[in-house]
């Protein structure tokens, strides 16, 4: 089995016709639009031609950025990679003016609803045609936004792409040896404490060689997020950030609510798991991905196959074919090595059918369970693949649905089928990811609060970023924690910190687990009657409100007590976890 994914399926290569006609095919589709932005034509089918417009431009936009993208993840020194996708990102602010540009004309539609009614395509994408509505009270002016947007190139997009570049080129010295940061990272998992505890150090003495610029990174990226945040009428980056993510501030305040009344219960984990290791005051960072019990299994990926294979056949036939299908055709770029980045994601191409997915698999549990979360989001796009493509982009929050189904599914499916100390061990994987979707979480979105309440004023250097990653460590973890061994520069390290556009990256995954672990709960009390409702929830995704789309499975994000309910099923899990511990050490 091929252990790198195929890009072949975009362009042969960067020499290809095939990727340079796509890119004056791109500068002519923008002119042509703005053409037709100022054509005398019916209202009707005006608004049709731009929905057109705008379904071919994500096309193709997404064909040749991801390929630029595709191939500097796992080659981030690929110049020619790099000058493209330069190109194309200048390309961009010009299809994004094109945008807006058809924004503030569907705005414009006095009676937009009897225009829908006319036409099955309206009809059709009738959310896309509403929100542009509501977003037109938020655009940039006019005059300005292309020059706005041209000064990101230079600005925010630059210091993203300068956080890549050193990410993907940084090494760290362990042992003699110079090892790609997510190797070292890797080594967090490693069931020897000496070499996650020598891992933890090595990359510590790593990041100053980084320090001073990404700390400038990360002060321009939110400089910027700040200033555009106000050229375009909002209060302040969170308002901004949930409306973009058509999610309510009543959910994310009902959420982080429930949460910190649970918080006493994962630091309880914490603290239980620390013993069970030999630490009498809190758990050092080093040991929050430390395996404990007998689960010490190292999977092969041929092994991490066969048991989503297994897993998902009995559970989900079509999701398991959907998954070989996957490994089969070279959609996974499975182990770490030099200049590629670290971490894990899924890349969906609506128009090809495809994904790609990017791993760095050393062969743990943690591992395989990845596998399964991104295959979910790969799944995801499945769901949705016979929509109109401006139909099939999920909001953040909801966008990790599947993902978190997926990673419940496998985990509480093997718990269920070893030997009752590898069980033990995989239950506290489970509480161990669990607490990294809540309580870290939790600590990241504080940091980034901390870091634009800063930014308003100045840049912040790189000891008060260190004093406000490990201030939001201590209020979320708490005791839980070791005071003298936590992580004071993980800002440097998670990359949604630097995503230009795309800001608070962080409560979207707490939301997932949570509502996954709803959309769970309703799986096993219906069963296979289920899985059409499910599916048909993740297609719904592209084309509502979060609150609407939990609704159709009868879950109220509103309702504090929904997600009291969701953090119940930890807490049974923690307690269980706790009283199986009572036997293998004192408490």
């Known amino acids: 089995m091929e252990s790198t994914w ?38 009707t089918e005006k608004l049709e ?14 064909k040749t950025y991801m390929f630029c993208q595709l191939t500097l993840s796992t080659d981030s020194e690929n110049r020619e990679a790099f000058r493209t996708l330069e190109e194309l990102s200048a390309l961009g602010v010009d299809a994004q003016v094109f945008q807006s540009a058809c924004t503030r004309c569907i705005g414009g539609v006095s009676d937009l609803e009897a225009e829908i009614s006319k036409s099955v395509k309206l009809t059709t994408n009738a959310f896309i045609l509403r929100e542009a509505k509501r977003e037109a009270a938020h655009m940039l002016p006019e005059s300005m936004e292309k020059w706005m947007l041209r000064m990101s190139l230079s600005g925010g997009d630059s210091f993203q792409k300068l956080h890549d570049q050193l990410m ?24 020897d404490s000496n070499v996650r505890k020598s891992a933890y150090e090595a990359e510590l003495s790593a990041y100053p060689k980084v320090a001073l610029p990404m700390a400038f990174c990360l002060g321009g990226i939110k400089g910027e997020a700040l200033t555009m945040c106000e050229a375009k009428g909002y209060p302040d980056v969170l308002t901004q950030q949930l409306a973009e993510s058509r999610m309510d501030s009543e959910t994310l305040t009902a959420m982080w609510a429930a949460i910190r009344e649970y918080l006493p219960d994962f630091r309880r984990y914490l603290r239980v798991k620390a013993k069970l290791l030999g630490h009498a005051d809190g758990l050092p960072f080093y040991d929050l991905f430390a395996p404990v019990g007998s689960d010490v299994k190292t999977y092969t990926v041929e092994e991490a196959r066969q048991l989503l294979k297994d897993t998902f056949g009995k559970a989900h036939p079509k999701m398991a074919d959907f998954m070989m299908h996957a490994f089969d055709n070279r959609w996974i770029d499975l182990y770490p090595r030099k200049g590629k980045e670290g971490g894990a994601f899924c890349s969906e191409n609506h128009e090809l059918k495809i994904s790609r997915i990017l791993t760095n698999f050393v062969g743990s549990f943690a591992d395989v369970s990845t596998l399964a979360h991104e295959l979910g989001h790969a799944w995801h796009a499945h769901c949705m693949e016979n929509l109109p493509v401006l139909l099939a982009q999920p909001p ?48 990241r979105f504080l940091f980034e609060n901390a870091v634009f309440e800063a930014r308003k004023t100045h840049t912040p250097a790189v000891e008060e970023l260190r004093e406000m990653m490990l201030s939001a460590q201590e209020e979320a973890y708490g005791d839980g924690l070791a005071k003298d061994v936590r992580h004071p520069d993980m800002w440097i390290n998670k990359s949604h910190y630097y995503t230009v556009g795309l800001h608070y990256y962080n409560f979207p995954y707490a939301f997932g687990l949570l509502f996954g672990l709803g959309v769970y709960q309703k799986y096993t009390a219906e069963g296979a ?59």
């Open 6 to 43: 195929d890009l072949s399926v975009f362009y042969k290569g960067f020499n290809d016709p095939a990727l340079r006609a796509d890119i004056e095919k791109l500068h002519t589709l923008i002119r042509e639009g703005h053409e037709l932005l100022t054509a005398e034509l019916p209202k």
């Open 49 to 62: 031609a731009i929905i057109d417009r705008l379904e071919t431009l994500n096309d193709m936009f997404s």
């Open 168 to 191: 993907g080129t940084i090494t760290v010295d362990l042992n003699g040896e110079s090892l790609p940061l997510p190797a070292i990272r890797g080594m967090a998992f490693d069931p």
């Open 396 to 443: 953040m929050p909801l966008a990790e649905t599947a993902s978190t189904f997926n990673e419940t599914l496998l985990s509480h499916t093997v718990i269920q089928t070893v030997e009752p100390d590898r069980a033990f061990g995989i239950l506290e994987g489970v509480l161990m990811e669990a607490t990294q979707c809540v309580v870290d979480i939790y600590s």
């Open 529 to 587: 009657a289920f899985l059409p409702k499910y599916d048909a929830l993740l297609a719904r995704c592209g084309s509502d409100s979060v609150y609407n789309v939990a609704r159709s499975v009868d879950i109220d994000v509103h309702d504090v007590a929904y997600w009291r309910s969701a953090l119940n099923v930890l807490r049974g899990e923690i307690d269980e976890f706790e009283a199986l511990a009572k036997g293998k050490v004192q408490l």
